[in-house]
């Protein structure tokens, strides 16, 4: 069955530290990869999205991921925290096809940033 | 990407209770999709709200529990019927479909935060 695993459920770094959240996908064909912030009492903002070539994608904020097939990951980083990056990610995958277009959530992971 | 709106942003209901909310679009869309998200933990899928027709449920949740609407492109209610103290969570809507979006890109609303007594 598809599924997305956030091995990690809560990160503390440093602020001005780089940051790497992991995700990890099973999925039978090629898969539609997002990332998504939530802050607290907040809806979900997505950060950035791949969908087919360039395997390094960008997204707001100073944010990239990497899609590699070969690991079924798709890791999220940053090369410098600020503070108000403390929130909620989570990684999704999206099913498609028939009535349905589904998007598949990772558990999240929590990132604290201390000064 | 557009203004998508929620009402109410939060409320505190009795148990045995129903509650509706609501998402409003600011733009015609062409799906939109309800989920839950419980207390610490990730979002699920309820279903997808078909415009004209029935909703589309996800395995464990029914029409009798979570009645949804879509009367129109821009609009779609989700009730959460007889409630309990195990339906406190926060509701989000999303929707896809919007102009200049990518195809399969979903935009969530700012969720409605659910508590029941």
């Known amino acids: 069955a598809q599924s997305v695993t956030q091995p990690d459920i809560h990160i503390t770094v440093s602020e001005g530290a780089s940051l790497e959240l992991r995700c990890n996908y099973s999925y039978g064909a090629t898969p539609y990869l997002f990332w998504y912030v939530q802050s607290p009492g907040q809806g979900l903002q997505l950060l950035l999205k791949y969908f087919s070539g360039d395997t390094l994608v960008q997204g707001i904020k100073g944010f990239e991921a990497e899609f590699k097939r070969s690991q079924s990951s798709f890791n999220l980083r940053k090369p410098s925290v600020h503070w108000s990056d403390a929130a909620e990610y989570f990684c999704?995958?999206?099913?498609?096809?028939?009535?349905?277009?589904?998007?598949?959530f990772g558990t999240g992971t929590l990132l604290a940033v201390q000064p | 990407s557009a203004v998508i709106s929620q009402k109410p942003s939060r409320d505190i209901c009795q148990r045995g209770t129903s509650l509706t909310i609501q998402c409003q679009v600011d733009s015609q869309v062409t799906m939109m999709f309800w989920y839950r998200q419980q207390p610490g933990q990730s979002l699920t899928l309820i279903a997808t709200a078909n415009q004209g027709s029935e909703a589309t449920y996800e395995s464990g949740f029914v029409i009798d529990k979570f009645p949804i609407s879509r009367p129109n492109l821009t609009f779609s209610t989700l009730t959460v019927s007889n409630m309990s103290p195990e339906d406190s969570s926060i509701y989000l809507c999303s929707v896809e479909g919007l102009a200049g979006a990518t195809y399969n890109e979903q935009f969530f609303g700012p969720g409605t935060r659910l508590t029941v007594l």
């Open positions: 999704a995958v999206a099913l498609y096809g028939g009535a349905t277009n589904k998007l598949i």
